[in-house]
């Protein structure tokens, strides 16, 4: 069983930078792709960016240019650099991890005010 918790969420204004975390614990043999997905008020859950084991990342159109993913396979913690925030970047943002199964963490609100 993994765990996974996320932190660094919280309200900035527009323009702004966050920086979201999130570490695995628990029985871990090994962690595949981790990400973030988000949920926009009223939307379904989407992906925000994904990145592989090796280090390969992929982020969503809308988010390119902005956000970055990164991990540390050391310390079982993957993490989303959130630089020019948008109002329409507000969403509650998940964690993802897999091994054989698929993880998902509490989520982090982020608000991003106008």
């Known amino acids: 069983q993994v765990q996974l918790v996320e932190s660094g969420g919280g309200l900035v204004q527009a323009g702004g930078s966050l920086r979201l975390s999130c570490v695995a614990s628990?029985?871990?043999?090994?962690?595949?792709?981790m990400g973030w997905y988000r949920q926009r008020p009223g939307k379904q859950r989407e992906l925000v960016a994904t990145?592989?084991?090796?280090?390969?990342?992929n982020h969503a159109d809308s988010v390119k240019g902005r956000f970055t993913i990164s991990r540390d396979n050391a310390k079982n913690t993957v993490s989303l650099q959130m630089n020019s925030l948008k109002p329409e970047d507000t969403a509650v943002y998940y964690c993802?991890?897999?091994?054989?199964?698929?993880?998902w963490g509490q989520g982090t609100q982020v608000t991003v005010s106008s």
């Open positions: 993802y991890a897999s091994t054989f199964s698929d993880y």
């Open positions: 628990g029985i871990i043999f090994r962690l595949n792709t």
């Open positions: 990145i592989t084991t090796t280090g390969s990342p």
